[in-house]
């Protein structure tokens, strides 16, 4: 079995490591489906025992780190959710990204993304496990900037490794705070840590996790790096970067002051709602979708803050399915409508493309909850959760979710028929049979893994029927909201509900902008303090400026020793008499 | 008193020093290979001297004025050696000027074995007198500089003597010997001013500061072997008068006055010595002001007597002083010498630009001795010289090991900017002279790299 | 054994001597050769602590031996001392004049007898052997605008740090009446009430090589200077000389006096982290970039090390050896890129992923391992830099948030050059290059494997810097 766990990361990473030298396409599509498929293959063996594995990493004296993998039934579902997320993306992206010339690099990095995904979610060792968690922002940096042509993808690929780099300087001082306090950074040894300790590393941890989640208040990277390539989006929306916070911060509940969770709580009933609204004025096919993953990622943050870890995973597995769902949905039908992906031009008719519609329609149901799909089930349990708890943070994040829950239905139904009901295009469009087999796929995984409510490794609470009954009521609320709008004016969008703040909200409430520029002229004013402290001060003036001060002594001194015999005999003289007196002096002194 | 026998043997090297001068007045054509053979022979019997048991003689009681131990007959040798290598590079063959030369030779045979404060002086001035003749090039310029020389010359010896004399009325007695136990007794202001104008008469020959002002100037004017003598052998002269009267005479009675006043000297010496030299556009005159700052560094390891520390073990200062003393000068002999070799007269940096293409040989002994000065490996001789003292005042007084590294920094400025001009530069013409005498000091210096011990033995004091 | 100590040391700087006779740059690469297999054998019949020695008296009235010794802190040391010397002859025997081959021999020659002394006489001499060649490859075969002033200054900076060097070594030899490294280290160094004042002359020495903020600003125009091979050895050679000096010289010696300024030390490398990378973060010039953050992972390294743990020293070695891979890789990607575009302004450069995707495939791989991405040999002692500080507690988080934050910042200015250099459409420089030779692959193929390999298994180096002798 340890075999298992070991292949697990290493055969996606071997391969990705090999692709990163291939020049043709051939090989590299071989190789591209090879690695995540060993990968899935391995996480399926892996269910069937306890895969364990470690060995001494790094020695450094008082402190240890172990190349750990331990995959327990709950890893084991998520390593499975990951690894055929990336599958089908690489299928899918076989046909996607057809005449990239980059097409190479791409899938290598793709299978490294995926390796340092699965490592995350096999590593019973922090810093095993910081490992895999930046190697993916990495990988994703590589991966949002991979279309050369796009002048947004630099800036927003060097976004988004930033931003969660910025919470891993929270995230990697938590980690060694609880090192230190341990005296280990196995997650399976770290036993009782000391109240002040684990309350610092908690949250410098939190912040690293709210970074890498794009929960308030970092989500600021998440919207941009739509510039990537679509089934980009798909990987790390989906399964893999953005679920990782969440499944960190799961891993890491055992150590959570109970009363901390409560900042946990706030950050997401915060994303949740702004995110919501966001995702409703947002623009774009991918911006909705961008907004809608902060703000459904903000829900399993919520099932964290009432430590109930099985229904955030939970939460996390249906949305795996229906996001990449939606994405690679959306990727095939902006490629129809050939578009940038704007909702005022994107209109296609369902007939066009019955495979597309249905498979976005499945998607968005199951994001805002329709019974019986999994996204019914899991955010059900979520609140369920919440209202179970009876801690504070349960009612913050109940009546969040609640409000959330409203703003899912709306915007998937303003998505739904901006989509589908303006007219468009008639002539039908055959989609490619990779991205129809991904979709295929990922529509049964979408239905299906509601299932895991009834079977499975993940202990969730029971369906409350009043909860259901009030989760359908706010599904129902938010979809009469825009619909109501809708029927009155089908020539104008629905988000003219938010009136004049629209624009606004639809900016990300302008954090992002606000953050960007305060980033950039922060930076540029401490660079401009550093360069003066350090260029000017320490190096022109103290250093060159004493050389410039030998340099005129010397000249002075020079000068003053010219003039023949007469000047010489009188330094002298003085000279000596100097000497003499400070000698004479001195002694008579002491 | 009653008359006692003279040991002739040591004053052997002193005899064929003085028997060459004469020889040299007379020997007509021949009297430069004579003034040669004569000194080689002189140095030769130095070395016997040194490798036998120790002589002393001109005793008064228990004290000897005249000790010819292993330290003073390797000194002689040096000094022999040095005269030797300044008559070959001597393009003149005159008798007169040869004499004088071997006259100073002499002096400073002498000056090394002298255990009294007036065998001492005399030496130095023996030393000294023959170069008021031999700085004087014809012209204007050469007489201005030898007046300076003359009457800097007789300006410090009042000093000097003028020292002696208070530290004589302080003690009562002017053998080294005798200095130590008296002085301790005697008025501390009297022992100050002695100790002080003794000093800083005697570091005139050093060019040490605050009497250093003749040097660039004499130099500079002087012709380029005198220039030679007076970089090395006189700085010797004045390197060994200051340690002989600090360390044998001052060093257990008046250590600490000695030591102050050396401190002041030696402080001042590498402040200006470097900071003159960071301007000079001549290859002589940036010679000239770092022997100033070199007197410095002579003079540093005896200025750690003014702390206690350093007055536990005067013989390790007056060794470490020494050595850098016997490393200096050898290698200001090896750059003067190999610049004699190519050029008339010192002239400009820049014209010795690219000479390291133009004249091989003298130009690698002018590089190895310049980064020598500097301190540098592969110059390795330099090295030793500042490990040498710097070891020294690092367990004696760690704030002027401090001065003399910060000496040192400001000395790299200029030396590295001399070293790649000869390199790198380019413009020099030059038919090489002299190819057998550069390429020895060289060779010198050379195994003083490899073999610092050849110094370093006979350079260490005991007592 | 004992031979093939000497051996490591005579081989480069025989070498040396031949190219500059012969004129015939192959004569170096030889030697460069042989000298790393030299090296590469000393593992071979190891014991525990000093593993061979060998001791012949040269001056004992200076306390100077010819004593070399090696051991498990040592030997990496100079084995990357003969990798990069060995790669920059490679390189600069395809197109350079052979008499700056023989000047990075002797550079390579005095840096191993740095590495290897075991007499601190004969550490001195090594250190002060270093700087004339070095400043003769920067003078005379550096950037023709700014070569001299660069020259000066690293020549006159050096100097003086080497000077104080060697009073405080001669300090602790004059205390402890002996020059043997190994024989004071064992004693437990100097006397405790001595011991500030030689380790503060010790560490203003090694500072100035290390760099150590504020007496760095020799560096940034010393290594943009400086031709591609001459900033190799100046970052990977030279500043671990000054680390190395530091971590085993200044430590072994004054154990105490290390521990008394330890907080000094630790802020100075704190503050040096944040405003090198800075400085960095405003840079438009890609060769004084990389330089500036040399600065701030020498940071790095001097705060582990002045933390004083345990994991703070393992993670100061690693650190510093994880610097000398990839930062010369970064130079030699640097030199590569200036060679083909005549340009290295950050506003002149671009599109190079479009124009040359082997080479910015490179400068991303050398740029992620800089910025210390876990798997890549940087992250080791960098991250465990900042565990070291915070098992100091107290006011050493402040100074473990400051080097975390120094990473982010790190990040931040190699992304900012990354987006310069390799993004967007190609700039007119850029337009057209020659993409990379297999040479110049096989050239660098030896750094990016081990970065590569330390990243992703540290543990045998760090077991090896477990059985040195600190």
């Known amino acids: ?50 895969a364990a594995v470690s060995y001494t990493l790094a020695d450094f004296g008082s402190v240890r780190v172990e190349a750990a993998l331990e995959l327990s039934g709950t890893a084991v579902a998520v390593a499975v959710a990951s690894a055929l997320v990336s599958l089908l993306v690489q299928v899918y992206s076989v046909a996607y990204l057809r005449g990239d010339e980059r097409y190479a690099p791409f899938a290598a990095q793709v299978n490294l993304f995926c390796a340092a995904m699965l490592l995350v979610v096999a590593a019973d060792d922090l810093i095993f496990l910081l490992i895999g968690w930046e190697v993916m922002g990495a990988c994703s940096y590589l991966l949002i900037a991979h279309y050369a042509k796009l002048p947004a993808a630099p800036g927003a690929a060097a976004k988004a490794f930033l931003v969660t780099r910025f919470g891993d300087v929270g995230f990697v001082l938590g980690v060694m705070v609880l090192g230190v306090s341990a005296g280990t950074f196995r997650i399976g040894e770290l036993g009782e840590v000391p109240e002040g300790a684990a309350t610092a590393a908690m949250l410098l941890i939190l912040f690293g996790c709210v970074g890498k989640s794009a929960q308030f208040p970092l989500q600021v990277w998440l919207p941009p790096a739509m510039a990537g390539p679509t089934p980009v989006s798909a990987l790390i929306h989906a399964a893999t970067m953005v679920a990782a916070g969440a499944y960190v911060l799961t891993r890491l509940l055992p150590v959570w002051p109970p009363d901390l969770l409560v900042v946990v709580a706030v950050a997401a009933a915060a994303t949740m709602v702004g995110a919501g609204l966001s995702a409703y004025a947002a623009t774009d096919v991918k911006g909705v979708l961008a907004w809608s993953t902060v703000s459904q990622v903000g829900f399993m943050f919520a099932a964290v803050a009432v430590a109930s870890a099985d229904t955030a995973l939970f939460h996390l597995l249906s949305h795996a399915a229906f996001k990449a769902l939606l994405f690679l949905t959306a990727g095939v039908l902006i490629a129809q409508a050939a578009t940038d992906g704007s909702l005022r031009t994107t209109r296609i008719r369902p007939s066009a493309s019955p495979l597309a519609f249905w498979a976005m329609t499945i998607g968005l149901a199951s994001m805002i909850g329709v019974p019986p799909l999994g996204g019914f089930y899991s955010k059900e349990t979520v609140l369920g959760a919440a209202y179970e708890s009876g801690t504070t943070a349960g009612v913050i994040v109940f009546w969040a979710g609640v409000v959330a829950s409203v703003l899912t239905a709306a915007y998937a139904g303003r998505l739904w028929l901006l989509l589908f009901w303006r007219g468009g295009a008639a002539e039908t469009a055959t989609v490619s049979r990779p991205e129809a087999s991904a979709l295929w796929v990922l529509g049964a995984g979408t239905i299906g893994v509601g299932g895991l409510y009834f079977a499975g490794p993940l202990h969730v609470p029971e369906l409350h029927l009043d909860l259901m009954t009030l989760l359908l009521v706010a599904l129902l609320v938010g979809l009469y909201l825009v619909g109501d709008s809708w029927w009155r004016d089908r020539a104008r969008d629905p988000s003219r509900l938010l009136g004049r703040a629209r624009a606004f909200i639809a900016s990300g409430f302008a954090a992002d902008a606000a953050a960007t520029a305060a980033a950039r002229s922060g930076a540029r004013a401490a660079s401009a303090a550093a360069r003066l402290l350090d260029e000017q001060l320490v190096d022109r003036t103290v250093v060159e400026g004493s050389a410039r001060a030998a340099l005129a002594t010397a000249r002075r001194t020079e000068a003053g020793h010219r003039g023949g015999l007469v000047r010489y005999l009188r330094l002298s003289v003085a000279g000596t008499l100097v000497v003499a007196v400070i000698a004479i002096g001195v002694n008579l002194w002491s | 008193m009653e008359s006692q026998s003279i040991d002739h043997a040591a004053l052997l090297p002193l005899y064929l020093a003085a028997a060459t001068a004469a020889v040299a007045l007379f020997a007509g054509r021949a009297a430069k290979a004579a003034t040669m053979i004569g000194l080689a022979a002189s140095g030769a019997a130095a070395i016997w001297l040194a490798a036998g048991p120790t002589r002393r003689t001109f005793a008064v009681d228990d004290w000897f004025s005249f000790t010819a131990d292993e330290t003073a007959m390797g000194l002689a040798a040096l000094f022999a050696a040095l005269t030797l290598l300044v008559a070959a590079i001597s393009g003149r063959t005159e008798s007169e000027y040869l004499f004088l030369l071997a006259v100073s030779a002499a002096g400073g045979i002498t000056l090394a074995s002298s255990r009294d404060l007036i065998t001492l002086i005399v030496a130095v001035e023996t030393l000294t007198v023959p170069l008021y003749v031999l700085v004087a090039r014809p012209g204007r310029d050469g007489a201005e500089a030898g007046v300076t020389f003359l009457i800097a010359s007789i300006t410090a010896s009042a000093t000097a003597l003028m020292g002696a004399a208070l530290l004589y009325s302080a003690a009562g007695t002017v053998h080294f010997a005798g200095l130590a136990p008296a002085l301790a007794e005697a008025h501390t202001g009297l022992v100050a001013a002695g100790t002080a104008l003794l000093l800083g008469g005697l570091a005139f020959k050093l060019a040490a500061a605050p009497l250093h002002s003749w040097a660039p100037l004499v130099l500079e004017r002087a012709p380029l072997p005198i220039a030679t003598y007076l970089a090395s052998a006189s700085k010797l002269g004045g390197a060994i008068a200051v340690i002989w009267v600090v360390h044998f005479g001052l060093a257990a009675g008046a250590g600490a006055e000695a030591g102050l006043v050396l401190a002041v000297l030696a402080v001042a010496s590498i402040a200006v010595g470097n900071i003159g030299a960071l301007v000079q556009r001549r290859t002589v005159g940036l010679l ?176 | 054994m004992g031979l093939i100590l000497v051996a490591a040391v005579a081989l480069p700087l025989a070498g040396a001597v031949l190219t500059w006779w012969l004129r015939r740059s192959g004569v170096g690469v030889a030697a460069a050769a042989l000298a790393l297999a030299a090296v590469a054998l000393l593992p071979a019949a190891r014991g525990p602590g000093w593993w061979h020695r060998v001791d012949y008296p040269w001056a004992p009235s200076i306390k100077l031996d010819f004593a070399l010794t090696v051991d498990g802190v040592s030997w990496p040391l100079a084995l990357l001392t003969a990798l990069l010397g060995l790669l920059c002859c490679i390189h600069n025997a395809r197109t350079g004049p052979p008499v700056l081959t023989a000047l990075l021999l002797a550079v390579q020659g005095a840096s191993t007898a740095v590495f290897l002394a075991d007499n601190l006489i004969l550490f001195f001499i090594a250190f002060e052997a270093v700087l004339l060649p070095m400043w003769a490859v920067v003078y005379r075969y550096g950037d023709p605008a700014t070569r001299r002033h660069a020259a000066a200054k690293f020549a006159l900076f050096t100097v003086a740090g080497s000077l104080l060097m060697a009073t405080g070594l001669f300090a602790a030899a004059a205390d402890t009446g002996t020059a043997s490294l190994a024989q004071i280290i064992a004693a437990g160094g100097v006397d405790r009430d001595l011991s500030l004042a030689v380790f503060t002359l010790l560490a203003l020495g090694f500072a100035v090589k290390a760099p150590l903020w504020p007496l760095h600003s020799w560096l940034p125009d010393a290594h943009t200077a400086a031709p591609t091979v001459g900033s190799v050895l100046l970052a990977g050679v030279l500043l671990k000389l000054g680390t190395y000096g530091l971590i085993r010289v200044a430590g072994g010696l004054a154990p105490d006096g290390a521990a008394e300024a330890a907080g000094a030390l630790g802020v100075l490398a704190a503050i040096g982290i944040i405003v090198a990378s800075l400085v960095c973060l405003g840079q438009g010039e890609i060769k004084r970039l990389i330089a500036y953050s040399s600065v701030g992972h020498m940071g790095f390294v001097v705060l582990a090390f002045a933390t004083g743990t345990e994991a703070g020293v393992r993670a100061a070695l690693f650190a510093n050896l994880a610097h000398g891979l990839i930062t010369p890789l970064l130079f030699f990607l640097a030199g590569a890129l200036k060679d083909r575009t005549r340009t290295g302004l950050l506003a002149e450069l671009g599109g190079l992923r479009l124009a040359a995707p082997a080479l910015a495939g490179l400068l991303g791989f050398a740029s992620l391992a800089s910025l210390g991405l876990p798997g890549l040999a940087g992250f080791w002692g960098e991250a465990f830099t900042v565990y070291a500080a915070v098992e100091r507690g107290g006011a050493w988080f402040a100074l473990a948030a400051a080097a975390a934050l120094g990473a982010f910042l790190t990040a931040a200015y190699l992304l900012r050059m990354l987006k310069h250099v390799s993004h967007g459409p190609p700039a007119p420089a850029v337009e057209g290059v020659a993409g990379t030779s297999r040479t110049e692959i096989a050239l660098w193929s030896p750094l990016v494997a081990a970065t590569l390999a330390l990243g992703l298994a540290p543990g045998p180096l760090l077991d090896l810097f477990a059985t040195g002798v600190l």
């Open chain 1, 1 to 50: 079995m340890s075999f298992a766990a070991w292949a697990l990361v290493a055969l996606p990473a071997a391969a990705g490591l090999a692709g990163l030298t291939l020049r043709r396409r051939g090989p590299a599509v071989w190789l591209a489906v090879a690695g995540p498929a060993a990968a899935l293959g391995c996480a399926l063996v892996a269910a069937f025992g306890d």
């Open chain 2, 288 to 463: 000239a002001w770092s022997g100033i700052a070199h007197a410095g560094y002579v003079l540093a390891p005896l200025a750690a007597l003014s702390t206690a520390s350093g007055r536990e073990n005067p013989a390790a200062a007056a060794s470490a002083a020494l050595a850098y003393a016997v490393f200096f000068v050898l290698l200001e002999a090896g750059a003067f010498a190999s610049l004699t070799a190519v050029r008339d007269d010192g002239g400009r940096i820049d014209e010795l630009g690219g000479l390291w293409r133009a004249a091989p040989g003298p130009a690698t002994v002018l590089l190895i001795s310049v980064i020598g000065l500097a301190g540098l490996p592969p110059a390795l001789a330099g090295t030793f010289a500042k490990v040498a003292i710097l070891e020294w005042l690092a367990s004696a007084a760690l704030w002027m090991a401090i001065v003399v590294v910060a000496g040192a920094v400001v000395g790299l400025a200029y030396y590295l900017r001399l070293a790649r001009t000869v390199l790198l530069g380019e413009g020099a013409r030059a038919r090489p002279r002299f190819t057998v005498a550069v390429l020895a000091a060289g060779l010198v210096l050379a195994a003083a790299s490899l073999a610092p011990g050849l110094v370093l033995e006979f350079t260490s004091m005991s007592q």
